[in-house]
């Protein structure tokens, strides 16, 4: 799970957040807490902790308070909507200059992507 090239606390907000997406933790579920992450990844629960919050702060997840954190209703959509908008961006136009410096057509192009799709 531990990528060098990113902050951990956002690590673990991807990890709750493709949970969520994957339906692991359906909205209106608890997730695991503070305390529970980090015993689990061996990792201070300050950075446990700041991982949840950011995702409070995206309106992902909901604190009830000495209950402990829950999928907020919507979230799965809310997350949808916002990968999907960086998709291009991180994914597609990437492709599209890796694709152009191998001099691939578009046909060639679309035909690799139709290949991996079935």
Same mark, same amino acid.
């Given at each position: %799970?531990?990528?060098?090239? =990113? !902050?951990?606390? %956002?690590? #673990?907000?991807? =990890?709750?957040?493709?949970? #969520?997406?994957?339906?692991?933790?359906?909205?209106?579920?608890?997730? !695991?807490?503070?305390?529970?992450? $980090? /015993?689990? &990844?061996?990792?201070? !629960?300050?950075?446990?902790?700041?991982?949840?919050?950011?995702?409070?702060?995206?309106?992902?997840?909901?604190? =009830? /308070?000495?209950?402990? %954190?829950?999928? $907020?209703?919507?979230? /799965?959509?809310? &997350?949808?909507?916002? /990968?999907?908008?960086?998709? $291009?961006?991180?994914?597609?136009? !990437? %492709?599209?200059?890796?694709?152009?410096?191998?001099? &691939?057509?578009?046909?060639?192009?679309?035909? $690799? #992507?139709?290949?991996? &799709?079935?």
């Amino acid at each position: %799970m531990i990528d060098d090239s =990113r !902050p951990l606390f %956002m690590q #673990i907000a991807d =990890r709750i957040a493709e949970g #969520i997406l994957d339906d692991t933790y359906p909205e209106d579920t608890a997730v !695991p807490s503070t305390n529970e992450l $980090a /015993r689990h &990844l061996r990792i201070n !629960p300050a950075t446990a902790g700041k991982g949840l919050t950011l995702l409070v702060e995206q309106g992902v997840l909901v604190k =009830r /308070r000495g209950i402990g %954190m829950f999928v $907020a209703v919507g979230a /799965r959509d809310r &997350l949808v909507r916002d /990968r999907s908008e960086s998709f $291009a961006a991180e994914f597609i136009t !990437p %492709m599209i200059h890796a694709a152009q410096q191998l001099g &691939l057509s578009r046909e060639e192009l679309i035909t $690799a #992507i139709e290949k991996e &799709l079935s």
